[in-house]
């Protein structure tokens, strides 16, 4: 079992930066994916951006390539998505998510994550 606990969210006018957080625990591996999605009111769950736990090459959906960055701290357990250049249309619940191994077979697709965390509630005010 892996256990993810996310934080870091909040309001933000648009614009703004936030640095969301999601610490690891349990039965981790370098080789394991770990992911961010987001779900708006009303809409389904998005893939935002994923990676190799070990780290290497990271993967973005297009809606926030150049404005989010995913990136790893082996040493902390901890996965980040630094997230600048906020839009109004970013205001969702972000939710860290794991599988295990790594593969960009169906990277995006919710399905297929096995952990997830409670989610962290970002709000952007225009």
């Known amino acids: 079992q892996v256990q993810l606990v996310e934080s870091g969210g909040g309001l933000v006018q648009a614009g703004g930066s936030l640095r969301l957080s999601c610490a690891a625990s349990g039965r981790t591996s370098s080789s394991n994916t770990m992911g961010w999605f987001r779900q708006a009111p009303g809409k389904e769950r998005e893939f935002v951006a994923g990676?190799?736990?070990?780290?290497?090459?990271?993967y973005y959906s297009d809606s926030v390539k150049g404005r989010f960055t995913i990136s790893g701290d082996n040493a902390k357990n901890t996965v980040y998505l630094q997230m600048n250049s906020l839009k109004p249309e970013d205001t969702a619940v972000y939710y860290c998510?794991?599988?295990?191994?790594?593969?960009?077979?169906?990277?995006?697709?919710?399905?297929?994550?096995?952990?997830w965390g409670q989610g962290t509630q970002v709000t952007v005010s225009s």
């Open positions: 998510a794991s599988r295990k191994g790594f593969t960009t077979v169906a990277f995006t697709a919710p399905h297929t994550y096995s952990y």
């Open positions: 990676m190799r736990w070990s780290g290497g090459r990271a």
